[in-house]
Protein backbone atom coordinates (compact mmCIF):
# COMPACT_ATOMS: atom_id res chain seq x y z
CA UNK A 1 0.00 0.00 0.00
CA UNK A 2 1.30 3.90 -0.20
CA UNK A 3 0.31 7.04 0.80
CA UNK A 4 -1.61 9.99 -0.38
CA UNK A 5 -0.61 13.45 0.96
CA UNK A 6 -0.86 17.24 0.06
CA UNK A 7 1.75 19.64 0.84
CA UNK A 8 1.49 20.76 4.39
CA UNK A 9 1.50 17.03 5.49
CA UNK A 10 4.35 15.84 3.54
CA UNK A 11 6.32 19.24 4.79
CA UNK A 12 5.95 17.82 8.41
CA UNK A 13 7.15 14.15 7.11
CA UNK A 14 10.12 16.35 4.92
CA UNK A 15 10.87 18.37 8.33
CA UNK A 16 11.57 14.86 9.90
CA UNK A 17 13.79 14.15 7.48
CA UNK A 18 16.22 17.23 7.69
CA UNK A 19 17.03 16.03 11.15
CA UNK A 20 18.68 13.60 9.91
CA UNK A 21 19.18 14.00 6.29
CA UNK A 22 20.50 16.29 3.44
CA UNK A 23 17.53 16.44 1.15
CA UNK A 24 18.72 17.60 -2.49
CA UNK A 25 16.63 17.71 -5.64
CA UNK A 26 15.44 19.49 -8.67
CA UNK A 27 15.30 22.86 -7.29
CA UNK A 28 14.54 26.35 -9.25
CA UNK A 29 17.49 28.79 -9.17
CA UNK A 30 15.70 32.14 -10.46
CA UNK A 31 17.81 34.25 -12.61
CA UNK A 32 20.67 31.46 -12.67
CA UNK A 33 20.23 30.69 -16.37
CA UNK A 34 23.32 30.96 -19.25
CA UNK A 35 20.91 33.46 -20.54
CA UNK A 36 19.73 37.09 -19.40
CA UNK A 37 16.65 36.69 -17.08
CA UNK A 38 16.36 32.80 -17.32
CA UNK A 39 15.65 30.39 -14.29
CA UNK A 40 17.97 27.29 -14.30
CA UNK A 41 16.84 24.07 -12.74
CA UNK A 42 19.56 22.06 -10.78
CA UNK A 43 20.45 20.32 -7.78
CA UNK A 44 20.30 22.04 -4.38
CA UNK A 45 19.22 21.83 -1.07
CA UNK A 46 15.73 21.61 -0.07
CA UNK A 47 13.61 21.66 3.03
CA UNK A 48 10.16 21.92 1.48
CA UNK A 49 8.15 19.65 -1.34
CA UNK A 50 7.00 23.43 -2.97
CA UNK A 51 10.86 23.98 -3.45
CA UNK A 52 11.03 20.41 -6.08
CA UNK A 53 10.54 21.00 -9.26
CA UNK A 54 8.19 17.98 -10.58
CA UNK A 55 6.65 19.16 -13.98
CA UNK A 56 10.40 20.26 -15.41
CA UNK A 57 13.74 18.08 -16.43
CA UNK A 58 16.40 19.35 -14.45
CA UNK A 59 19.12 20.77 -16.65
CA UNK A 60 21.94 19.58 -15.06
CA UNK A 61 21.79 16.00 -13.49
CA UNK A 62 21.89 14.42 -10.01
CA UNK A 63 25.49 13.57 -10.21
CA UNK A 64 27.15 16.57 -8.28
CA UNK A 65 25.29 15.37 -5.12
CA UNK A 66 27.73 12.41 -5.37
CA UNK A 67 30.72 13.68 -6.75
CA UNK A 68 31.11 16.97 -6.22
CA UNK A 69 32.16 19.59 -9.08
CA UNK A 70 35.18 20.39 -7.15
CA UNK A 71 35.69 18.23 -4.20
CA UNK A 72 39.14 18.56 -1.67
CA UNK A 73 40.53 15.71 -0.89
CA UNK A 74 43.27 16.32 1.52
CA UNK A 75 45.18 19.93 2.68
CA UNK A 76 49.08 19.45 3.30
CA UNK A 77 51.68 21.20 4.77
CA UNK A 78 55.67 20.60 4.28
CA UNK A 79 55.37 17.59 6.84
CA UNK A 80 51.58 16.65 7.16
CA UNK A 81 48.94 16.12 5.66
CA UNK A 82 45.13 16.21 6.57
CA UNK A 83 41.97 14.46 4.98
CA UNK A 84 39.39 16.70 4.38
CA UNK A 85 35.95 16.33 6.54
CA UNK A 86 32.83 14.48 4.45
CA UNK A 87 29.59 15.23 5.51
CA UNK A 88 28.08 13.32 8.75
CA UNK A 89 24.79 13.63 7.93
CA UNK A 90 23.32 11.23 5.77
CA UNK A 91 21.86 11.93 2.23
CA UNK A 92 18.49 12.00 0.39
CA UNK A 93 18.08 12.22 -3.50
CA UNK A 94 15.34 13.26 -5.56
CA UNK A 95 16.10 12.02 -8.83
CA UNK A 96 14.32 9.97 -12.18
CA UNK A 97 14.51 7.03 -13.29
CA UNK A 98 16.71 7.37 -15.34
CA UNK A 99 19.59 8.89 -13.56
CA UNK A 100 18.85 6.36 -10.85
CA UNK A 101 20.16 3.85 -13.74
CA UNK A 102 22.78 6.60 -14.00
CA UNK A 103 24.16 5.78 -10.18
CA UNK A 104 24.44 2.22 -10.82
CA UNK A 105 26.99 3.37 -13.78
CA UNK A 106 28.67 5.77 -11.54
CA UNK A 107 28.77 3.17 -9.00
CA UNK A 108 30.58 0.65 -11.39
CA UNK A 109 33.05 3.12 -12.14
CA UNK A 110 33.72 4.10 -8.97
CA UNK A 111 33.29 1.00 -6.89
CA UNK A 112 33.89 -2.14 -8.86
CA UNK A 113 36.18 -1.20 -11.39
CA UNK A 114 39.09 -2.45 -9.31
CA UNK A 115 39.79 -0.93 -5.91
CA UNK A 116 36.85 1.04 -4.60
CA UNK A 117 37.37 4.88 -4.69
CA UNK A 118 37.95 5.73 -1.23
CA UNK A 119 36.56 9.51 -1.37
CA UNK A 120 33.47 8.25 -3.68
CA UNK A 121 32.74 5.29 -0.96
CA UNK A 122 32.72 7.76 1.65
CA UNK A 123 29.50 9.93 0.18
CA UNK A 124 27.88 6.84 -1.59
CA UNK A 125 27.66 5.38 1.69
CA UNK A 126 25.16 7.86 2.96
CA UNK A 127 23.13 8.23 -0.05
CA UNK A 128 19.26 6.96 -0.23
CA UNK A 129 17.30 7.70 -2.90
CA UNK A 130 13.50 8.94 -3.56
CA UNK A 131 12.34 8.23 -7.05
CA UNK A 132 10.34 10.63 -9.01
CA UNK A 133 7.82 9.52 -11.33
CA UNK A 134 7.51 10.55 -15.02
CA UNK A 135 3.64 10.92 -15.94
CA UNK A 136 5.35 12.19 -19.91
CA UNK A 137 8.50 12.10 -21.61
CA UNK A 138 10.56 15.28 -22.08
CA UNK A 139 12.07 16.83 -24.46
CA UNK A 140 14.95 15.14 -26.19
CA UNK A 141 14.40 11.95 -23.76
CA UNK A 142 14.94 8.63 -25.82
CA UNK A 143 14.67 6.78 -21.82
CA UNK A 144 12.83 3.86 -23.36
CA UNK A 145 15.14 3.02 -26.25
CA UNK A 146 18.11 2.48 -23.22
CA UNK A 147 15.89 0.64 -21.03
CA UNK A 148 16.06 2.98 -18.44
CA UNK A 149 12.62 4.62 -18.10
CA UNK A 150 11.42 1.61 -15.16
CA UNK A 151 13.25 1.54 -11.69
CA UNK A 152 12.79 -0.47 -8.55
CA UNK A 153 15.66 0.13 -7.30
CA UNK A 154 14.27 3.10 -4.94
CA UNK A 155 14.00 4.07 -0.36
CA UNK A 156 10.40 5.48 -1.71
CA UNK A 157 8.33 7.13 -4.98
CA UNK A 158 6.66 9.90 -5.42
CA UNK A 159 4.65 11.42 -8.05
CA UNK A 160 2.67 14.59 -8.07
CA UNK A 161 -0.82 14.80 -8.95
CA UNK A 162 -2.69 17.95 -8.93
CA UNK A 163 -2.48 18.91 -5.17
CA UNK A 164 -2.10 15.52 -3.74
CA UNK A 165 1.52 13.87 -3.92
CA UNK A 166 1.15 10.02 -4.46
CA UNK A 167 3.87 7.83 -2.27
CA UNK A 168 4.97 4.44 -2.02
CA UNK A 169 7.62 3.77 0.60
CA UNK A 170 9.72 0.64 1.09
CA UNK A 171 12.03 1.92 4.04
CA UNK A 172 10.86 1.16 7.23
CA UNK A 173 11.91 3.44 9.22
CA UNK A 174 10.04 6.58 6.97
CA UNK A 175 6.95 4.05 6.21
CA UNK A 176 6.18 4.52 10.36
CA UNK A 177 6.55 8.32 10.04
CA UNK A 178 3.77 8.29 7.12
CA UNK A 179 2.05 5.79 9.34
CA UNK A 180 2.20 8.31 12.29
CA UNK A 181 0.83 11.23 9.69
CA UNK A 182 -2.64 9.57 9.65
CA UNK A 183 -2.03 9.62 6.02
CA UNK A 184 -4.76 7.77 3.63
CA UNK A 185 -3.79 4.52 2.17
CA UNK A 186 -4.45 3.56 -1.43
CA UNK A 187 -2.72 1.19 -3.99
CA UNK A 188 0.61 3.71 -5.50
CA UNK A 189 3.08 2.72 -8.01
CA UNK A 190 5.46 4.90 -9.64
CA UNK A 191 4.55 6.57 -13.38
CA UNK A 192 6.64 5.63 -15.91
CA UNK A 193 6.79 6.64 -19.74
CA UNK A 194 6.58 3.82 -22.17
CA UNK A 195 7.26 6.16 -25.60
CA UNK A 196 9.73 9.03 -26.35
CA UNK A 197 9.31 10.77 -29.27
CA UNK A 198 12.83 10.87 -29.88
CA UNK A 199 14.14 7.00 -30.41
CA UNK A 200 17.71 5.75 -31.31
CA UNK A 201 18.54 2.25 -32.78
CA UNK A 202 21.59 1.25 -32.09
CA UNK A 203 23.01 -1.62 -34.94
CA UNK A 204 23.45 -5.25 -33.55
CA UNK A 205 26.81 -5.49 -35.29
CA UNK A 206 27.99 -2.42 -34.05
CA UNK A 207 32.04 -3.01 -33.87
CA UNK A 208 35.09 -0.54 -33.28
CA UNK A 209 35.53 -0.46 -36.91
CA UNK A 210 33.01 2.31 -36.98
CA UNK A 211 35.57 4.23 -35.69
CA UNK A 212 36.84 4.80 -39.56
CA UNK A 213 33.65 6.10 -40.28
CA UNK A 214 33.24 9.55 -41.91
CA UNK A 215 30.60 10.11 -40.22
CA UNK A 216 32.65 11.86 -37.69
CA UNK A 217 34.03 14.66 -39.76
CA UNK A 218 31.11 16.91 -39.61
CA UNK A 219 31.67 17.32 -35.85
CA UNK A 220 35.20 18.82 -37.02
CA UNK A 221 33.56 22.19 -37.26
CA UNK A 222 29.85 21.74 -35.52
CA UNK A 223 31.52 21.03 -32.27
CA UNK A 224 33.28 23.97 -30.08
CA UNK A 225 34.95 21.77 -27.43
CA UNK A 226 32.72 23.53 -24.81
CA UNK A 227 32.30 20.13 -22.61
CA UNK A 228 28.83 21.10 -21.68
CA UNK A 229 27.51 17.57 -22.40
CA UNK A 230 29.95 16.15 -20.44
CA UNK A 231 29.01 18.23 -17.27
CA UNK A 232 25.37 17.68 -17.45
CA UNK A 233 25.55 13.57 -18.21
CA UNK A 234 24.68 11.72 -15.58
CA UNK A 235 27.12 9.09 -16.49
CA UNK A 236 30.30 11.68 -17.48
CA UNK A 237 33.25 10.21 -14.29
CA UNK A 238 36.33 12.13 -15.83
CA UNK A 239 37.99 14.49 -13.24
CA UNK A 240 41.71 16.17 -13.13
CA UNK A 241 43.92 16.42 -10.36
CA UNK A 242 44.76 19.99 -9.23
CA UNK A 243 46.99 21.23 -6.17
CA UNK A 244 45.66 24.42 -5.37
CA UNK A 245 48.67 26.61 -2.94
CA UNK A 246 47.83 29.40 -0.55
CA UNK A 247 49.46 32.56 -1.47
CA UNK A 248 50.39 33.43 2.07
CA UNK A 249 52.18 30.04 1.98
CA UNK A 250 53.73 28.52 -1.06
CA UNK A 251 54.15 25.09 0.47
CA UNK A 252 50.75 25.00 1.88
CA UNK A 253 47.49 23.85 0.19
CA UNK A 254 44.84 21.28 -0.80
CA UNK A 255 44.45 19.26 -3.42
CA UNK A 256 41.50 18.95 -5.01
CA UNK A 257 39.36 16.52 -7.51
CA UNK A 258 37.68 18.62 -10.44
CA UNK A 259 35.44 17.93 -13.11
CA UNK A 260 36.83 17.33 -16.44
CA UNK A 261 36.04 16.79 -19.92
CA UNK A 262 37.23 14.13 -22.34
CA UNK A 263 35.41 17.00 -25.65
CA UNK A 264 37.76 19.89 -24.26
CA UNK A 265 41.37 20.75 -25.06
CA UNK A 266 44.32 19.53 -22.67
CA UNK A 267 42.01 16.67 -21.97
CA UNK A 268 44.62 13.89 -23.77
CA UNK A 269 47.65 15.72 -23.07
CA UNK A 270 50.70 13.43 -22.20
CA UNK A 271 53.97 14.39 -20.79
CA UNK A 272 56.59 15.19 -23.80
CA UNK A 273 53.94 17.87 -25.51
CA UNK A 274 51.91 14.70 -26.94
CA UNK A 275 48.42 15.22 -27.34
CA UNK A 276 45.42 12.52 -28.78
CA UNK A 277 42.04 13.35 -30.40
CA UNK A 278 43.19 16.69 -31.44
CA UNK A 279 39.90 17.14 -33.33
CA UNK A 280 36.73 17.78 -32.28
CA UNK A 281 35.19 14.89 -34.75
CA UNK A 282 37.91 12.57 -32.60
CA UNK A 283 36.56 13.16 -29.60
CA UNK A 284 32.64 12.84 -30.21
CA UNK A 285 34.19 9.34 -31.87
CA UNK A 286 35.73 8.19 -28.53
CA UNK A 287 32.26 9.84 -26.29
CA UNK A 288 29.83 7.90 -28.53
CA UNK A 289 31.62 4.81 -28.78
CA UNK A 290 32.11 5.15 -24.81
CA UNK A 291 28.54 5.75 -24.29
CA UNK A 292 27.11 2.46 -26.50
CA UNK A 293 29.92 0.35 -27.70
CA UNK A 294 33.03 -0.56 -25.72
CA UNK A 295 31.45 0.25 -22.10
CA UNK A 296 28.62 -2.41 -22.74
CA UNK A 297 31.38 -4.50 -23.82
CA UNK A 298 32.92 -5.13 -20.32
CA UNK A 299 29.77 -4.16 -18.49
CA UNK A 300 27.27 -6.06 -20.43
CA UNK A 301 24.91 -2.68 -20.59
CA UNK A 302 25.56 0.77 -22.15
CA UNK A 303 26.68 3.36 -19.87
CA UNK A 304 24.12 5.84 -21.97
CA UNK A 305 20.40 6.17 -19.70
CA UNK A 306 18.90 8.30 -22.32
CA UNK A 307 18.00 11.83 -20.52
CA UNK A 308 18.49 13.86 -23.12
CA UNK A 309 20.32 16.50 -21.51
CA UNK A 310 23.30 16.91 -23.82
CA UNK A 311 20.97 17.68 -26.80
CA UNK A 312 19.14 19.93 -24.46
CA UNK A 313 22.35 21.77 -23.16
CA UNK A 314 24.56 22.26 -27.09
CA UNK A 315 25.04 25.50 -28.01
CA UNK A 316 25.40 24.07 -31.33
CA UNK A 317 22.06 22.07 -31.71
CA UNK A 318 24.19 18.70 -32.01
CA UNK A 319 22.08 15.82 -31.02
CA UNK A 320 23.77 12.78 -29.60
CA UNK A 321 20.14 10.43 -29.82
CA UNK A 322 21.15 11.33 -34.10
CA UNK A 323 24.80 10.30 -33.29
CA UNK A 324 23.46 7.57 -32.49
CA UNK A 325 20.94 6.48 -35.16
CA UNK A 326 23.84 7.51 -37.52
CA UNK A 327 26.32 4.50 -36.43
CA UNK A 328 24.38 1.87 -38.82
CA UNK A 329 25.06 4.59 -41.63
CA UNK A 330 28.74 4.17 -40.41
CA UNK A 331 28.73 0.85 -40.12
CA UNK A 332 27.32 0.17 -43.97
CA UNK A 333 30.46 2.50 -44.88
CA UNK A 334 32.95 0.87 -43.53
CA UNK A 335 31.87 -2.99 -44.02
CA UNK A 336 32.42 -2.04 -48.16
Same mark, same amino acid.
Given at each position: ?27 ? &? ?25 ? $? ?20 ? $? ?60 ? *? ?13 ? $? ?39 ? *? ?56 ? $? ?11 ? &? ?51 ? &? ?16
Amino acid at each position: MGYVAKNDILDLFIAQLTKQYLIFAPKR &FKNGGIYSDTDCIRYGEVTSIDQIVFD $EKSEYSFKETVLPVIQTLFFFT $EGSTKEADITQKEIIVFLRSCDLHGMKRLDDMYLHNGPADYYYQQIRSKVKFVLIGCEHSFE *NCFCVSMGTNRCENY $EMSIDKSGENYRINCKNKDWKKQLSDLNLAEEPVAPSYVTE *NLIQVSIPGNLEFTVAQSKIWDEYDSRCINCGRCNFVCPTCTCFSMQDMYYSDNGKVG $ERRRVWASCMVDG &FTDVAGGGSYRKKNGQRMRFKVLHKVYDYKKRNGYHMCVGCGRCDDICPEYIS &FSNCINKLSEGMKEVSK
